[in-house]
């Protein structure tokens, strides 16, 4: 039956022509020649002919050995053959690492691991994990996966470490591989492996240097009204009389520039000539051209890496440096990045003592004085037809919190105030706004090998981190101005007294955390009748954290002199622009201060049987000092077993189609930590009461001697496979999480002071499956890989107390609100009814009837009233990477598919801050498809302009389910070309030029809206295409 098989797809590709087959030498029909057969995974067989008589002639192939190279994986505790695992891991190699080009070693693995998803969708919901893998299994704790770096869990920031410096990325995905960290697990752990370079060389150095270029934003990817339409609205509400409660204020209220010139026209200071004329000039000016010209510019990212790796005497020594400049796109932003490592290892006694440190050093700084955003209050964003450079060249003035007329007429008075004008483009120059962050790691590690097969390794590391925000405006910034001069007071002699001083005012947060860590762990490796192998880890270690932060408001800051100046928070002072209203001075001042003792006991074992069968177990105990007042409670056990099945490897398996077939399981139970909650009774310092101005402070948790740790129990089922001798090979694996006691919220007795309680009130589950498909399609000069990534995770709450959350606030998403039998992350619409044929009004549904009444169709609407699509999230992701080699030349491209899931297309508001502003504020183009006339509600779902200002009839709209699209699309993510030379020089023994191209767009949508579907919040704008240029040598 098998020999049948083989000839049956052997005249199958014969007669399906296919050239992978045999080729034919043209002497053939000549009566000599040969006829070259190919078969995939056997080796290629040529048959010579001599003869043009009719010949049969058997043909035997014979198989070719295509072994798969083993592949190791760090755990972070141990290094494990991946044919010892009966979990779910992925490993990322340095050829994937090296590939795609970013400054943060992470984004690397975006679209290269089967289940790890980076959560792109707009608004970014409270909680929402930037990285999640297999979904998410908490709903207030931390939802990110645990970051381990060369061992030991990395709580810094990603974006300072050097992606040159990794040369491998571990995911662990089920209890089986991840239960060994415990109580950290529950949302899967990524294990970084730093280079320790090689004892089997002399002296080797790689020198990298790489130029990223980007293009500008899409600053008209959101659609917006033009300022002509603007300018038309501003006209109609004047009409309407809109602007005269602002006109009037006595907090001198700003007005744009057109309302303005319409009141100095209706108070007969501008000729109706004179008015249009302006009028139509300041139509033709479009503030996004302004702030692409003036506030935009193409990135330039500037990396550049040198490894030295030296072979001593029983060991060896690698120093790592790294350097970075970045120009972000916004004009000013940057980043920088200084990154120094020194590994040393070294053997003794026979190679029976084994010493390594590995010390390093981040340095990185954050230049972010440039917000990208220009407003002219906190809460209104500034008018499209601002320009931001005058006829002659300078930086031109904008209106801003204060009408103009009335800093026209102070400034005049020329009484000393400081100047009270606000130009946009002098603030980025006025404005050092930086994060700086200094990282010191040490690592020490000493291995004693006692006995053949038994290992004692005592591990230490220290990690002192030093974040300062340093946030300094400038005396001549309009921040600072506006500041002084809003608290000036003009005594009765006509001179002024200014109670902030003059100078700069600088806002500092400091934080410092200071980390120890001790491991002590046997490792045993032993093999028992030459058929059983025993694989072991057993250890204990403790952590103590300490966290420290600060945060001051300097005023009169003088960086020359180190001088400030002190001020008086206790007096309300009256505000010079309304006398009759009083404020304090902004008082910024705070400490905080953190302690996190962790210890941790764990075993993590495996047995191999005639290498064959392997089973698994892990047991850890967790223990922290911010669980319950019990001893019981102030820990969590936490275990997993595993079992693998090689059936390929058994006697009775004789499948000539595998040549790899295993199958393995696991169950376990992961853990997650809140650290913002405690067992006991914690309040916050808040500062100064507003009227007593006597010290007070608020609850923050209330007692809670039941807390105790999240828990997520985890089964997977799994099959490695490979046929045709590997050439085509990957795993598939099936999964289900449940989480309990997640920490969830629930009513509580008003009566108590607090209104509700936060505790292990709520549970979780989801499942999915996750597919890893490699081939070898081509294996010739010219080769051709292609990787198939498919997965899809689903979760869901299954149990949450607190049910009193809003409709609204249900459907809005600005913070979780889980919902039972629903995923975490959910689109939701109000049940509405289109528009009301009369009037254009939004018609929605109360108590099963149709209603124009938006105050009790928002306020009535229960949860189970509305309407459910399904997750905001995607649910099924895959990958589809090809790779191509031929000569010297290397060329990649990955292509990415997100599916199963909704989004919200952003519309109109007609109604801001209780103001009928006829959508000014959103500016947004549906404004010009909105419902006009009888008959127009066939046409569009844009309700008509109301005649009062109601902020729930916008509710309706904009959360009803006109505007809910699928986001399902496939992207093209990027294209890597490489040329390798190898040298024939001594002192040069390779170059490599790479050409990198990421971010090229969408090629399908399933939603007919020309918007990428994950870039639809609001200022939201899709990545700028990017460019990259490296060269890598090799000495």
Do not use: C
């Amino acid at each position: 039956m098998t020999k049948l098989i083989k000839w049956l797809y052997i005249f199958l590709m014969i007669m399906t022509m296919s050239p992978s087959l045999f080729s034919q030498d043209r002497k053939v029909v000549e009566g000599q020649g040969k006829l070259v057969i190919r078969l995939l995974g056997y080796k290629t067989d040529t048959i010579l002919i001599t003869d043009r008589k009719y010949q049969t002639k058997n043909i035997y192939l014979k198989p070719e050995s295509r072994e798969i190279e083993e592949i190791q994986i760090n755990t972070g505790y141990q290094k494990l053959s991946k044919e010892r695992l009966t979990g779910a891991v992925s490993k990322v190699d340095e050829g994937i690492l090296k590939t795609v080009v970013s400054t943060s070693i992470i984004d690397r693995l975006a679209n290269n691991v089967p289940g790890l998803v980076f959560n792109k969708t707009g608004g970014n919901p409270s909680n929402q994990t930037q990285i999640s893998i297999r979904g998410q299994s908490t709903l207030f704790s931390r939802p990110d996966p645990l970051i381990v770096l060369d061992n030991f869990p990395y709580d810094g920031d990603l974006s300072s470490i050097n992606p040159d410096d990794i040369e491998s990325i571990s995911v662990l995905k089920d209890a089986g591989a991840a239960s060994v960290w415990g109580a950290r697990a529950a949302n899967g752990v990524i294990v970084l492996t730093s280079k320790k370079g090689s004892a089997s060389s002399g002296l080797k150095i790689d020198l990298t240097a790489q130029a990223t270029i980007g293009d500008r934003p899409n600053l008209k990817y959101e659609p917006r009204i033009s300022s002509a339409d603007y300018i038309k609205i501003e006209r109609d509400l004047f009409d309407k009389g809109l602007y005269k409660t602002q006109e009037t204020s006595a907090n001198k209220t700003v007005l744009t520039p057109v309302v303005e010139l319409l009141i100095a026209n209706r108070d007969g200071l501008l000729a109706k000539e004179d008015l249009e004329a302006q009028l139509q000039s300041l139509g033709q000016i479009d503030l996004d051209s302004e702030m692409s010209k003036y506030y935009q510019q193409q990135s330039l990212n500037q990396h550049y890496a040198l490894s030295i790796n030296k072979a001593i005497t029983g060991g060896n020594w690698l120093l790592s440096l790294g350097a970075d400049k970045n120009r972000e796109n916004l004009v000013k932003n940057g980043f920088e990045r200084l990154n120094g490592r020194l590994f040393i290892e070294q053997k003794f006694w026979k190679d029976r003592l084994t010493f390594f440190a590995n010390i390093a050093r981040n340095n990185t700084n954050l230049f972010t004085p440039n917000p990208g955003m220009l407003y002219m209050t906190n809460l209104k964003q500034l008018y499209p037809y601002a320009r931001l450079k005058d006829d002659q060249g300078n930086n031109a003035v904008v209106n801003k919190d204060y009408r103009s007329t009335y800093l026209n007429s102070v400034m005049q008075q020329n009484i000393g105030l400081l100047d009270w004008y606000y130009r946009p483009l002098d603030e980025v120059d006025l404005w050092d706004k930086k994060r700086q962050d200094r990282e010191y790691r040490m690592d020490f590690n000493l291995g004693v090998k006692l006995t053949d097969g038994l290992l004692l390794n005592t591990s230490y590391q220290y990690v002192d981190r030093n974040l300062e925000d340093w946030d300094n405006q400038s005396l001549n910034s309009y921040g600072v101005r506006s500041l002084i001069n809003q608290f000036t007071t003009v005594l009765d002699d006509g001179k002024i007294l200014r109670n902030i001083p003059l100078g700069n005012i600088l806002d500092v947060e400091r934080q410092t955390m200071a980390t120890h860590r001790f491991r002590l762990q046997a490792t045993i490796d032993k093999t028992m009748a030459k058929v059983f192998n025993i694989q072991s880890v057993v250890g204990a270690e403790v952590n103590r954290t300490a966290t420290a932060g600060l945060q001051n408001r300097l005023y009169g800051y003088n960086a020359e002199r180190a001088g400030i100046s002190s001020v008086d928070y206790l007096t309300l002072f009256p505000s010079f622009v309304n006398p009759a209203g009083t404020n304090l001075i902004p008082f910024k001042d705070d400490v905080s201060k953190l302690t996190d003792r962790f210890v941790s006991y764990y075993q993590n074992s495996s047995i191999s049987i005639a290498s064959k069968y392997v089973l698994t177990a892990s047991t850890r105990f967790d223990q922290s000092n911010i669980f319950g007042v019990r001893t019981n409670q102030k820990g969590v056990p936490l275990w997993s077993v595993g079992l693998a099945w090689s059936i390929n490897k058994e006697n009775f398996f004789k499948a000539d189609l595998f040549s790899q077939l295993k199958l393995r399981t696991t169950y376990g139970l992961n853990g997650n930590v809140n650290r913002n909650l405690s067992a006991f009774t914690t309040a916050s310092y808040m500062g100064l009461a507003p009227f007593s101005r006597l010290p007070y402070a608020t609850i923050q948790n209330p007692p809670n001697a039941e807390l105790r740790w999240e828990r997520t129990k985890v089964f997977n089922a799994g099959i490695d496979f490979g046929f045709l001798n590997n050439r085509i090979n990957g795993s598939f694996d099936y999964f289900q999480k449940r989480g309990v006691d997640l920490i969830g919220d629930a009513p509580y007795p008003a009566s108590s002071g607090v209104t509700r309680y936060r505790g292990n009130v709520a549970a979780s589950k989801g499942h999915g499956y996750e597919l890893l498909l490699n081939g070898l399609i081509v294996d010739q000069a010219f080769r051709w890989n292609s990787t198939l990534m498919l997965s899809q995770a689903k979760d869901i709450v299954s149990d949450y107390m607190d049910l009193t959350i809003s409709g609204l606030n249900m459907i809005q998403g600005t913070s979780i609100n889980p919902r039972v039998g629903k995923p975490l992350y959910s689109m939701y619409s109000f049940d509405t009814e289109g528009l009301d044929p009369a009037t254009g009004d939004p018609i929605g549904i109360l108590n099963g009837e149709q209603s124009t009444d938006w105050n009790a169709v928002i306020s009535k609407t229960k949860i189970e009233d509305l309407l459910y699509y399904g997750s905001s999230r995607p649910t099924t992701n895959a990958s589809f990477r090809n790779t191509f080699n031929w000569k010297n030349w290397n060329l990649t491209t990955n292509i990415s598919y997100r599916a199963n899931y909704f989004y919200r297309l952003n519309s109109i508001r007609y109604t801001n801050n209780n103001l009928l502003d006829n959508g000014l504020e959103s500016r947004h183009s549906d404004y010009l498809r909105r419902w006009i006339n009888p008959g127009d509600e066939q046409q569009t779902t844009v309700p008509s302009i109301p005649t009062a200002a109601n902020s729930n009839r916008d509710n309706l709209y904009l959360y009803g389910e006109s505007l809910i699209r699928r986001a399902d699309h496939i992207r093209w993510e990027d294209l890597a070309v490489s040329y390798r030379m190898a040298m024939a020089k001594d002192w040069l023994k390779s170059v490599e030029f790479s050409f990198y191209v990421n971010n090229l767009g969408l090629i399908w949508r399933k939603s007919k809206e020309k918007i990428d579907p994950d870039f639809t919040g609001v200022g939201q704008r899709p990545m700028p295409r990017t460019y990259s240029f490296g060269v890598r040598l090799g000495f």
